[in-house]
């Protein structure tokens, strides 16, 4: 059975801060999904990564196959970065619909 | 603009009511899926559709039902046998499984 595992499940920061959000699994996948949630519970998806590393703005996504783990870098963090990010990983053949979602990190940025 | 609409974003229900929550996406996309949430918990999948006219149970089925009649439109119905429907619902879609995911506003529903 496939596990997700983030990590820390919650993190408060100053404005301006280098943050990181980690998530580790534990069977191969083909795919890993980096979610954010904001406090009315819609979803939006950030990246899909497969191999490498992708940046959207303040936002840097990395992952290594081999070891099995996922990076969230946000640069100079600000309040409205604060929101639930949720890694979620596509297994082929793994469940109904092949993504097991870890359970999330809960970030508030201070002013 | 293309999204996922999702209706209502609260609801309440009585004890031993059937309630179906919408969604509805103008993507094109093919499939479609229903996730439950509840506090520290991951999403969990209810129910999931790859195509019109068929739809596969998830991990968590029991005392919910669904109908994929038109490729736009999978609505969800919480059923009186569903023993714990307090919970936040979330919609997705996707052109095929392996694609990027795109998630509706949630429906929060309360029974009470």
């Known amino acids: 059975k496939n596990e997700v595992e983030q990590s820390p499940q919650n993190l408060t920061a100053q404005e301006g801060e280098f943050i990181t959000i980690n998530c580790s699994y534990s069977v191969g996948i083909s795919a890993l999904h980096w979610l954010q949630q904001h406090p009315g519970g819609g979803i939006v998806s950030l990246f899909m990564l497969s191999s490498g590393k992708k940046k959207h703005g303040r936002l840097i996504a990395t992952i290594n196959i081999q070891e099995k783990h996922s990076s969230l870098h946000i640069t100079a963090s600000h309040p409205r970065d604060s929101a639930v990010y949720i890694c979620?990983?596509?297994?082929?053949?793994?469940?109904?619909?092949?993504?097991?979602f870890g359970k999330g990190t809960h970030l508030i940025i201070q002013p | 603009d293309g999204g996922i609409t999702q209706s209502p974003k609260y609801l309440f229900r009585k004890e031993g009511q059937n309630v179906t929550l919408s969604c509805e996406q103008n993507l094109n996309h093919d499939a479609m899926y229903w996730y439950r949430q509840d506090p520290g918990q991951g999403l969990r999948l209810i129910y999931y559709s790859q195509i019109v006219n068929d739809f596969q149970k998830g991990d968590i089925a029991e005392g919910y039902s669904v109908s994929r009649e038109k490729k736009e439109s999978f609505p969800l119905t919480v059923t009186s046998a569903q023993k714990n429907p307090t919970a936040f619902y979330l919609c997705a879609s996707t052109p095929d499984r392996r694609a990027e995911a795109f998630f509706g506003q949630g429906t929060r529903l309360t029974v009470v």
């Open positions: 979620a990983v596509w297994v082929p053949g793994g469940g109904a619909d092949g993504l097991t």
